[in-house]
Each structure stands twice: as C-alpha cells, then as structure tokens.
C-alpha cells in the first residue's frame, strides 16, 4: 500500500489520498523534477476476487487511453505492475464529478448542460473517429468531471471497447443501468456510436432535471413534464437522443452536436419570434411548413392521388413566372405530400445553389431551412394535436439510397457554397458521413475536412511534428481527390476542386514544405494546369471558358507563391 512521503518508480513522491472506490485508491504525487501533479491509481490484490482479470481490464483501458489525445481525456503516463499491485499514473484532473453537484444542488442550470453537452459530444465523436471506433458504453454524471475552467474531462475507460464491424453482438453487458441504451443488455446487437449517444442523452436528462433515470419510475420523461420552464428543443433532442432504436436516434455526434448548437431554434417561442423577424423568402418557407405538413394529411387518400399531387406540386415550381419565394413553397409543399420521394429535395438544392437573389451562395437562412428538415418539425393532426415529423428522417427509412444523395449534395453545398467559411468544413463532414458509400468522394472530403479542423485547432500554437503529420495527410488526401475527379464528364466539380487543391498548396505552402517536395506540388500544378488548358479546347461554354481562364491564372500565382515558401 502507498503512505504519504514515499517515492514511487523513484520519482513520484506521494503527497496524499484523494478517492477511494471499491477497488482501488487514488492518490495525488508529485514529479519534483519535473514541478508537475499526477494522480497515481492503486489496485491492490487485497479483497479483490479474480484480481488477474481486474488487472487484464485497467491494462485494456490504459492501452486505449494511452492511443488517444484529446483535451476531455486524461493522459495515462505510466502504468506499473506489481505482484500485488497495479499503479497507473495519469493526469490529475481538478474538480469534482457532476454526480456530486447534482447530490449536494440537484437540476443543473440548463445552459452550463449544453455547454457541457457539447463538450461531451466533441469527445464522443472523437472517440468515434478512431479506427477501429471506440465505443465508452458508460456516460453518467459520475465520469464525468467538472474542472474550475468549466470544462469537463470524460473519465474511467472500464467498459470502452473498440468497435468490430464483423461482431454480431457484444459479448459482455457492461454500463450502468438507467443510462446504459437497451442494446447493450444483449440480444439486441452489438454496441456502437448510437449506443453512446443513447448514454449521453440519458446523463443530460439527469443533470437537466436532476431526476434519476436509475430510480423510479426508471424511464426518461419529456424535461418539460418535470420543469416547464426548460426548453423544448433540447427536450426534443434528449427524446431523440433515447429512443429504444437506434435508428430513431441521432446517428452520428456531429448530427448531435449540429442539433445542440442549434436547440434554441427548435423552440416553439423561437418559432414564434422568426414569424415577426424574418421577412426573407426562407422565413415564409419556414412557417409554411406546418401549414404544408398538415395539408399532406389531405393527400394520403389515395396513393395515385399522392403522386399526381406531387407531381403538380413540381411542375407548378418549375414554372419561371414564379418567384424563388413561391418556388421554395411549392417544393415544400410537394415534401409535405410525400418525404420520401428524393426529387423535391434536389430541386431544392438546385434552388440554394442557383437562384438570382443569393447570388449563388448558400445562406444561413437556407442552412437553418435544411436544418429544420432533419432536426423534425412540428405539424397539427386531425384533433389539434401536435406530432414532430422529420422529413429527412423517413426518407432515409423509405430510400436509402436516395437518402443518402440528398446528404451528399447537401454537403457540397457546405463545402463549395456556405456563406459561414468558418463552419462550412464541420457542418459538410456531417452530411458527408451521412452519405455513406453512396459517393466514392464522401470519404475522401471526410479525411479532408477533419484535416480542416484539426488545422484550425493548431491557429495560434507552436509548430510541431503532429501539426506537420496533418499537413501531410490533407495534401495525400486532397490529391487522391483530385485523382478521383479526372475522368469525370462533370466540369464544374473537377473545377471546384482544381481550385481548392490550388488555393490550398498557395495559402500553405511554407507547412507543407516541412515535409513534402516543391517538385511534387508544383508537379500537381502544372498538371492542373495541362488538364484545364485541355478541358478549354474541349467545351463551347463562354461562362465556362471564363471559369478555366480563372483557374489557369491561379496556377500561376501559386507556383511563385509556392517557389517562394521553398526558398
């Protein structure tokens, strides 16, 4: 057993105890020589049964804990096995766990929630990233540590695993019930992402009403029947969040977080607001949807019927004597009579991408208006009551594949289009994931975005060699993209990523030289620049034409820049 003074590994010296469990007992040392507190875990094979196979898990949680880097993760720095002891050295995390403030306070204040909600899903969705995914099956307030910043660590790894695509069903069932998903008490399927997010959903019910989902009556009730006062977006995400099967729930973190960073839009009162507020055509269309939804209760008669409507609804959008605003209408209205038919959607897409008053820019307001289509909105039935539809939602359901075009459009009109340049990579990588295989490219702008962000998490900080690593890989994968485009009959696509791959090489050349040739770049320039000259021969289009002279002269501006970073 540790006593306070003594020096571990001959060089930690214990300063005192700071947590006990049932298993083991945490101390606070310090590395004089290195001026800095860890936390040292120790397991001692005194009353504990199977001790071999406690010690086989922690060495499994270290061994995942030691892979990762993240700032709501803590850092395992040694692990030291003894006959009769395990001590495990890591970070010590200030603070107290969110179990103890809902002991001593009860319900949380509703905004520190989200805040922590996101912070919690920015981990997940990490996790989740790693290859193969790691799934934590343990979310509760009592792993959760809150730090005088404000800022939360996600603690104890027991009962992660790494997620094996070939697994039928998970072997063990672990997590805590009350915020454990249904899935992981076996029969169920195996555990993934979605189990993760049942688990969260569940914790942010807890800390939100400070009622227990592991006491009585061990269900989670919509928030606003404990607490009216909270609000009923983010009552609309911890359903969502909980539901018994995982394909009603969020299906990815980025969908959650995109939900969370957008729950105050969900609100009815919000709602009611943007009816005086908006005067933009994208406002009218917003409103009109509960008006449209409760109109396709009319159509569903008849099938045959359904589909005439449809079509009309269509062709009356079409027509050029309308303006964008009763264009938007009419496609919505044709979602309202059937959301699972893909064309009005695309139409849609076509809209935002080309319509005269954006000057082909993808709004906010239209962002907000896809938004709305997978986030769920709500509609009258017969009787006056309310009921959420999620337009995108039965798509997917209907027609996968078919879903999962509209996602990948979608997410080029984040990538190319979005107004907001700051989020365009972040809110692209999710439709992109949500496109699955249906695009060869998705994944690649996946690897591509996520490069992006990881960047732009570097702003401001020392270069490093992991910084350099990013560089690398988001040059492979931007040139791999430009590979995938070549043979493509579509010039407009091989156009925004000659540009891109352009931009890119210029605006960080001085990163990339780190590591990778001025021949090879200005090799993938020249050879841009062959191919554009070529495609210009080719087409009769003056607007076209004019496109290709743009990028022609970007070439050039790039390999002085480039030429010059390599001096």
Same mark, same amino acid.
């Given at each position: 057993?540790?006593?306070?003074? @003594? ?7 214990v300063l005192?105890?700071?947590?006990q ?20 875990? $120790? ?5 504990i ?8 898990g ?8 030691? #892979? ?5 993760l803590? +850092?395992?720095?040694d692990?030291?096995?003894e006959?009769?002891?395990l ?5 010590y ?12 306070y ?10 922590w909600?996101k912070?919690?899903?920015d981990?997940?969705?990490y ?10 099956r ?8 809150? #730090?005088p910043?404000?800022?939360v660590?996600l603690i104890?790894f ?6 094996? =695509? ?10 805590? &019930?009350g ?6 008490f ?10 993760d &997010? ?19 009556p ?9 607490n009216?006062?909270?609000?009923n977006?983010?009552e609309?995400?911890i359903?969502k ?21 957008h729950?105050?839009? @969900? ?6 607001k943007?009816?005086?507020r908006?005067g933009?055509f *994208?406002?009218?269309? @917003? ?5 449209i ?10 099938? +045959?019927?359904?589909? =005439? ?11 050029t ?6 264009r ?9 009579i059937?959301?699972?038919?893909t064309?009005?959607?695309m139409?849609i897409? %076509?809209?935002?991408?080309?319509g ?7 709004s ?16 009258? $039935? ?12 039965e798509?997917?359901k209907a %027609? ?5 075009e ?8 984040y ?9 365009r990579?972040?809110?692209a ?25 990881q960047?732009?998490?570097?702003a401001?900080?020392?270069?490093? =060699?992991?910084?350099? $690593? ?6 492979e994968k ?7 485009v ?11 990523v ?9 605006d ?29 021969k ?10 290709? %002279?743009?990028?022609v002269q ?6 002085e820049? *480039?030429r010059?970073?390599?001096?």
């Amino acid at each position: 057993m540790l006593e306070i003074g @003594m020096l571990v590994d001959g060089k930690y010296k214990v300063l005192n105890k700071i947590g006990q469990g049932g298993m083991s007992v945490v101390y606070l040392a310090m590395n004089e020589k290195a001026n800095k507190q860890w936390a040292i875990k $120790e397991v001692r094979k005194d009353g504990i049964k199977d001790f071999e196979v406690v010690k086989q898990g922690l060495i499994v949680e270290t061994d995942l804990l030691k #892979k990762l880097d993240h700032p709501n993760l803590p +850092s395992i720095i040694d692990v030291i096995e003894e006959k009769d002891t395990l001590l495990i050295v890591m970070d010590y995390i200030q603070g107290n766990p969110l179990s103890k403030y809902l002991e001593e306070y009860g319900a949380q204040p509703q905004k520190d929630v989200i805040e922590w909600a996101k912070q919690l899903c920015d981990v997940l969705a990490y996790l989740h990233s790693r290859k193969p995914p790691i799934i934590y099956r343990d979310m509760k307030p009592a792993n959760v540590m809150l #730090k005088p910043d404000g800022s939360v660590t996600l603690i104890d790894f027991g009962t992660a695993r790494e997620f094996k =695509e070939r697994n039928l069903a998970d072997t063990t069932c672990l997590g805590t &019930i009350g915020y454990a998903a249904p899935e992981q008490f076996g029969g169920q399927g195996q555990t993934d992402v979605r189990t993760d &997010i049942y688990c969260l959903g569940a914790t942010l019910y807890h800390l939100v009403t400070g009622h227990n989902p592991c006491e009585p009556p061990y269900e989670i009730l919509p928030i606003r029947e404990i607490n009216p006062g909270l609000s009923n977006g983010l009552e609309k995400i911890i359903l969502k969040c909980t539901q018994k099967n995982p394909d009603d729930r969020y299906q990815s973190c980025e969908e959650l977080m995109y939900a969370l960073e957008h729950y105050d839009e @969900m609100d009815d009162l919000y709602k009611r607001k943007q009816k005086k507020r908006l005067g933009t055509f *994208i406002g009218v269309a @917003m409103l009109s949807l509960i008006c449209i939804f409760v109109s396709a209760f009319g159509y569903v008669s008849a099938e +045959s019927k359904q589909g =005439e409507n449809y079509d009309i609804m269509l062709a009356k959008a079409k027509d050029t004597d309308n303006s964008e605003e009763q264009r938007l209408l009419l496609y919505t209205d044709a979602i309202g009579i059937d959301p699972a038919n893909t064309k009005a959607y695309m139409e849609i897409i %076509d809209l935002f991408l080309n319509g005269d008053s954006q000057e082909g820019s993808f709004s906010k307001e239209e962002a907000n208006y896809v938004t709305r289509l997978k986030a769920g909105v709500d509609v009258k $039935e017969a009787g006056g009551y309310l009921k959420t539809i999620y337009p995108l939602d039965e798509l997917k359901k209907a %027609d996968l594949k078919g879903y999962q075009e509209v996602c990948f459009e979608i997410a080029m009109l984040y990538w190319y289009d979005y107004e907001v340049t700051s989020d365009r990579y972040t809110l692209a990588v999710e439709w992109f994931r949500e496109a699955g295989d249906v695009n060869a490219m998705a994944a690649l702008y996946c690897d591509i975005g996520e490069c992006q962000q990881q960047i732009k998490k570097y702003a401001g900080q020392n270069r490093t =060699e992991k910084m350099y $690593e990013t560089y690398k890989e988001l040059w492979e994968k931007l040139t791999q993209l430009k590979r995938e485009v070549q043979d493509m009959e579509d010039s407009d696509i091989k156009l925004l990523v000659w540009k891109e791959l352009i931009t890119v090489a210029s605006d960080k050349a001085a990163y990339f030289a780190y590591n990778i040739g001025a021949d090879e770049i200005i090799g993938v320039i020249e050879d841009i620049k062959d191919n554009a000259v070529k495609l210009k021969k080719e087409t009769k289009y003056d607007d076209l034409k004019n496109a290709i %002279d743009n990028v022609v002269q970007l070439t050039g501006e790039a390999e002085e820049r *480039i030429r010059s970073a390599y001096k």
